[in-house]
C-alpha cells in the first residue's frame, strides 16, 4: 500500500519503518528540515532497539523516504497517518494544533480520496474537529480512522511488529476492511484487531495510559506505607503479581513514572473531565502520588546531606525516564536533578543514550561522562535513576572503593539489600528498610 506517515517521531519513525519492512511504500513527512535532511543522510534522530537497521534496510530498498514536501506524501498515498506531538497546554489540556493544521494542509492539497488515520494521541472528540476542518476546505472524499498508537519507547519495533492489540475507530466497512489488510503482517499469530467508533478509539488510549499509571502510583504510595511499618515492597509486587487476576506488568515501584505520555494523557484525561463537570478523582491522585514520589526521593538525599549540600557531589547512573531510550521528557531524573541542583549539590552522570538530551534539558548544568565509572570517582554518593540493564549487576567492590564514601541511593530497587550490604555499601532504595552496614 501507499502511505504517508506525517510526523517523524519516536510513534511516525517507527510506524512508517515497520509499515515499510511490511513491504508497504511510506513517505515521511516532517516540518522539521533539519531532522528530514539528517534521515536523508542516514543519521537516526532517536534511539530506539532495532530502528535503525530497519530504517536503513527499507531506504535502500526505496521504500521509505523522507521529505518536508506533505502534498508529495498526500498526492502519493492512499492513507495518510497523523504522527505530530500532542503536548500539555498550560490548563493541562493536550494541544492539537499540530494535528489541525496538518488536517488543514491535507485539506488544501487532496485531490482524490483518502483515508485520514490520527495515530498520536488526542482528546475525545477530534475525530469531529479533523473532519469539520477538512470539510470546511474541499469537497473531495476522505474517511477518518482513530487508529491510537500503544507502542512504548525503549520496545517501539517489537511493540508495532506484534501488537497487543490494534484499535481502528471507524464506522465505515470499507475502511475496516484497508485497515485489515494493512495490518494483517503484524496478526499472524491471530487477530489482535478491535474496531470500534472514533470517539471510543479515543477514549482508549488515554483509560490505557491512565490504567497503567495508576498501578505504579498504587504500588508507590504502598512503597511509602512499606518503608513505616518495615514491610519490603518488593516481597509485596511478587505476591500481587502471581495473582491471575492482577498480573505482573507495571507493578514496580520507584521514583515516579514520567516520560512523553502518561504525565499529559492524565493531564489531559482530566482536563476532559473538568469539560463534562466531571472530576476524575482517581486519575488525580495518581497524578499527587506520582509527584510526591519524585519529591520525596529528592528530599531524602538532601536530607542525608543536610548543611553540606553544597559540598556534595552525586554520580548519576541514569537520565532517561525509562531503560532503553534516549527519552528525557518529563524523566524524573530531570526532576530530582533539578531540585538537588537548587540545592547547591553537583551532579555527574552517566547515561548509555540520554545524556546529550538531558544537557540540553538542564542547560548544560551538570557534568556527563561516556561511562559510568568515571563519574564514581570522589563522589559522596551514588543515584540511580534509570533501570538500564548495565546497571543491574555493578562490581560493588568499584563502586565502593570510588565513592569518597559507599552509600548508593536506589530509585529503581536494582539490588538486593543483602548484596550491597556485604559490599559494605549503605544503601537506600524504594519501600525497603534502608542498610546501613555494621561498622566491625
Ligand atoms: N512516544 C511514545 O511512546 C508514544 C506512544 C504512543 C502514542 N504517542 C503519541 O504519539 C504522538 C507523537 O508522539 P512522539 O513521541 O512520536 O512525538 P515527537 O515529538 O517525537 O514527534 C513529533 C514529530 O511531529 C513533527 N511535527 C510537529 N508538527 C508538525 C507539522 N505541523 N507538520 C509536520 N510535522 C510536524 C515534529 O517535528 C516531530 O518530529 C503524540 O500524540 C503522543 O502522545 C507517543
Known amino acids: 500500500m501507499k502511505i504517508c506517515v506525517v510526523g517523524v517521531g519516536y510513534v511516525g519513525l517507527v510506524t512508517a519503518a515497520c509499515l515499510a519492512e511490511a513491504g ?3 513517505i515521511c513527512v516532517d516540518k522539521d528540515a533539519e531532522k528530514i535532511a539528517h534521515l536523508n543522510d542516514g543519521a537516526i534522530p532517536i534511539y530506539e532497539p532495532g530502528l535503525a537497521e530497519i530504517v536503513k534496510h527499507n531506504v535502500k530498498l526505496g521504500r521509505l523516504n ?15 497517518f497523523l504522527a505530530v ?53 474541499t469537497d473531495k472524499p476522505f474517511d477518518y480512522v482513530s487508529n491510537p498508537e500503544f507502542l512504548k519507547e525503549g520496545s ?4 508495532f511488529m506484534s501488537p497487543d492489540r490494534i484499535i481502528i475507530g471507524t464506522t465505515n466497512p470499507a475502511v475496516r476492511e484497508i485497515m485489515k489488510q494493512l495490518y494483517s503482517p503484524f496478526m499472524r499469530r491471530s487477530n489482535r484487531i478491535l474496531f470500534m467508533s472514533p470517539i471510543s478509539a479515543e477514549m482508549t488510549k488515554y483509560a490505557a495510559n491512565t490504567m497503567l499509571a495508576t498501578r505504579i502510583s498504587f504500588m508507590n504510595e504502598l512503597s511509602v506505607l512499606c518503608e513505616k511499618v518495615g514491610a519490603d515492597i518488593e516481597q509485596i509486587r511478587q505476591g500481587l503479581g502471581s495473582d491471575s487476576r492482577i498480573g505482573s506488568s507495571f507493578l514496580f515501584p520507584g521514583i515516579g513514572f514520567g516520560g512523553s505520555c502518561f504525565p499529559k494523557d492524565i493531564r489531559a484525561l482530566i482536563h476532559t473531565g473538568t469539560q463534562n463537570e466531571l472530576e476524575m478523582t482517581i486519575a488525580k491522585a495518581v497524578q499527587q502520588v506520582n509527584k510526591a514520589q519524585q519529591e520525596r526521593f529528592a528530599n531524602r538525599i538532601k536530607e542525608y546531606f543536610s548543611g553540606r549540600e553544597n559540598k556534595t557531589v552525586l554520580a548519576v547512573w541514569g537520565l532517561a525516564f525509562k531503560a532503553k531510550t534516549d527519552d528525557v521528557r518529563e524523566s524524573p531524573a530531570i526532576f530530582c536533578i533539578e531540585k538537588l541542583l537548587g540545592y547547591g549539590m553537583k551532579i555527574r552522570a552517566y547515561d548509555p543514550e540520554a545524556a546529550n538530551a538531558a544537557l540540553t534539558a538542564l542547560d548544560n548544568r551538570i557534568e556527563t561522562s561516556p561511562n559510568g565509572i568515571d563519574v564514581l570517582d570522589g563522589a559522596d554518593a551514588l543515584v540511580i535513576f534509570t533501570d538500564w540493564q548495565e546497571f543491574r549487576n555493578p562490581d560493588f567492590k568499584v563502586i565502593a572503593a570510588r565513592l569518597k564514601k559507599p552509600v548508593i541511593f536506589d530509585g529503581r530497587n536494582l539490588y538486593g539489600p543483602d548484596i550491597v550490604k556485604k559490599a559494605g555499601i549503605e544503601y537506600y532504595s524504594i519501600g525497603r528498610t534502608p542498610v546501613t552496614p555494621s561498622k566491625s
Open 66 to 80: 523522507f521529505t518536508t514536501d506533505l502534498k508529495y506524501g498526500v498526492d502519493n498515498s492512499l492513507i495518510i
Open 85 to 137: 506531538g500532542t503536548p500539555s497546554l498550560p490548563d493541562g489540556s493536550a494541544d492539537i494544533s499540530a494535528v489541525l493544521s496538518v488536517a488543514a494542509e491535507i485539506a488544501d492539497n487532496l485531490s482524490d480520496y483518502r483515508i485520514i488515520a490520527t495515530k498520536s494521541t488526542v482528546p475525545v472528540g477530534t475525530h469531529g474537529k479533523v473532519a469539520e476542518i477538512i470539510n470546511s476546505k
Open 156 to 159: 517501539a519495533v517489537e511493540d
Open 24 to 26: 508497504n511504500n511510506v
